[in-house]
């Protein structure tokens, strides 16, 4: 099961279903811990919505994605090239000054979690931010063709332990998407500065 395929799969219906998602208060408690104009890496930047957010206020991004079809998208609406890139491949160091990775990581298998976070660690200069979000709950799941490790407060801490001192940690519905909707579900959130 390879959740990338499934992106790549259906990266148009997943463009037209997200590209609107109103992230306006997640963008808003992040950027107050950014240096303004500061360097922002977007890993698992999806349709690049976000990248152009953060471009448009003034921030640089280097953004990436593992799946070559949302790589496309991003690159399409930005004019400019985003990278091809899993998170085992990341190689930066005392580059930037945040990590945003919405509702990236929640597809990497709760085993390699902590080398992906301790990349980014690496990745920050210091002091810098790391921005994440997961499904909320406890669990693997499948749904379709994904596969999805849920996070809760307390299930995130262990991964973070000695590398990143959690800011903000906090639940909300997810009705980020006016296409799709789910209120019934919630996402984990966590702001959270590097040690």
Known sequence: MDSIAYYNKNAQEFFDRTIHADLQDVYQKFLSCVPKGGRILDAGCGVGRDSKFFLSQGYEVVPFDGSIEMVRLTSNLLGKQALHMLFQDMNFFNEFDAVWA???????????????????????????????????????????????????????????????????????????????????????????RRI
């Open 102 to 192: 919405n509702a990236s990581l929640l597809h990497v298998p709760y085993e390699n979690l902590r080398e992906v976070i301790e990349s980014f660690h690496a990745s920050l200069l210091p002091s810098g931010i790391l921005y994440a979000s997961f499904k909320y709950g406890t669990s693997m799941r499948q749904v379709e063709d994904r596969i999805f490790f849920d996070m809760d407060e307390a299930s995130i801490e262990p991964y973070l332990q000695g590398l990143f001192h959690p800011l903000e940690i906090w639940k909300n519905a997810d009705t980020r998407s006016k296409v799709a909707p789910s209120p019934d579900k919630s996402w984990l959130n966590f702001i959270a």
